[in-house]
C-alpha cells in the first residue's frame, strides 16, 4: 500500500536524515528504485514530473502501474507517489489519479496568487489524506519547459506558505535543476537557516540533488532539509552503463538486443546509485 509523504518526513526530520526523491520515467525505473530501496530498508518517494506523466500515457497509467509493481515486488518499505513541480491543475488531476502526495509549485506567481493556490490544493489535498509539498523561491534551470533562474526564498514569504499547513516546503536556496556548472557558488546556508526557524520546524526540500557535493548535502539536512530529489543523476548513470554494454557489443551478441537485456546495465546502474544515495542522506535501515 502506497502512503503519503507526511510521517516519513516528519521521522526525517526528527532523526536528522533525509529521504530521497527519486523520480522514475519508466516500468524499468520504477522497479529500480523500489528494489533498491527495499534492500536498503530505506522509506522512498517516487517523482513524477507532469512531461514524465505524459511520456507514460497519463497520471492514471503511472499511478496504476506504480501500485501494481509494489504489490508485485512484495515491497515493505513505505513509498510515497508523489508529483513534482505540479502545476495547479496537475495537482488536482493527480489527486484523482491516485497519487498519495502533490507538489504545487506556484513560485512563478506573485506571492499573493502563490498562497491563494497553495491553500486550495492543501485544503482539496488533505480532504483525501494527501501530503502536499509547495514552493517559494525559484529552482534554477529548466524542467518541462519552466526556466528559473534560481531566486533565493523570502524566509517571511515561506513563512506565509507555511502557515496555510503544507506538509513541507521547498525553497529555493542556489540549488539548480540537471548538472552543476563548474563555477556553481554552492548552496545558500544563511537563507536555508532562516527559512528553517520561519517555517517552524517544517521539513524542508532540497531540489536538484543531482551532482551537490556531499558536505553541502550533509550541511543542508543538518538544518532542516529532509527530502532531497534525484533526477539527473540516475538519468546520466542509465545512460552510461547502456554505452557501455552497447560499445562493448553485447547488443549483437546472442540476443542481446531483447529490451530485456538491453536496458539491465542500465537498470543495475540505477539500483547501485540510488542504495549510494540512501547510504549518503542516511535513510538506511530507517523504514
Not at 527519486?22 to 522497479?31: S, V
Not at 532539509?225 to 534525484?230: M, T
Request: glycine share 12%; with cysteine.
Amino acid at each position: 500500500m502506497l502512503v503519503n509523504a507526511t510521517e516519513m518526513l516528519k521521522k526525517a526530520h526528527e532523526g536528522h536524515y533525509a529521504v530521497a526523491q527519486f523520480n522514475i520515467n519508466n516500468l524499468e525505473w520504477t522497479k529500480a528504485v523500489l528494489k533498491a530501496c527495499e534492500e536498503m530498508k530505506s522509506p522512498v518517494i517516487l517523482g513524477v514530473s507532469e512531461g514524465a506523466a505524459k511520456y507514460m500515457c497519463g497520471f492514471k497509467t503511472v499511478a496504476d502501474m506504480v501500485k501494481n509493481i509494489h504489490d508485485q515486488m512484495g515491497i515493505t518499505v513505505p513509498v510515497a507517489l508523489h508529483l513534482d513541480h505540479g502545476t495547479y491543475e496537475g495537482a488536482k488531476a493527480c489527486i484523482e489519479a491516485g497519487f498519495t502526495s502533490v507538489m504545487f509549485d506556484g513560485s512563478h506567481y506573485a506571492i499573493d496568487e502563490n498562497i491563494a493556490k497553495s491553500k486550495e490544493i492543501i485544503e482539496y489535498a488533505h480532504s483525501k489524506g494527501i501530503s502536499v509539498e509547495c514552493e517559494v523561491g525559484g529552482i534554477g534551470g529548466t524542467e518541462d519547459g519552466v526556466t528559473s533562474n534560481g531566486e533565493v526564498a523570502d524566509p517571511q514569504e515561506c513563512k506565509r506558505i507555511n502557515d496555510l499547513g503544507c506538509d513541507f516546503l521547498a525553497a529555493g536556496i542556489g540549488n539548480i535543476h540537471g548538472k552543476y556548472p563548474a563555477d556553481w557558488k554552492g548552496l545558500n546556508f544563511e537563507v536555508l537557516g532562516e527559512v528553517q526557524k520561519a517555517c517552524e520546524g517544517t521539513p524542508l526540500v532540497l531540489h536538484g540533488g543531482s551532482g551537490i557535493p556531499k558536505d553541502q548535502i550533509l550541511k543542508a539536512i543538518s538544518l532542516g532539509v529532509s527530502k532531497i530529489n534525484v533526477n539527473t543523476e540516475l538519468q546520466l548513470e542509465f545512460a552510461a552503463a547502456t554505452r557501455k554494454y552497447i560499445e562493448a557489443g553485447k547488443d549483437v551478441e546472442g540476443k542481446g538486443y531483447d529490451p530485456r537485456k538491453l536496458l539491465a546495465p542500465g537498470a543495475d546502474a540505477i539500483v547501485a546509485k540510488c542504495k549510494s544515495m540512501v547510504e549518503e542522506f542516511g535513510s538506511a535501515n530507517k523504514a
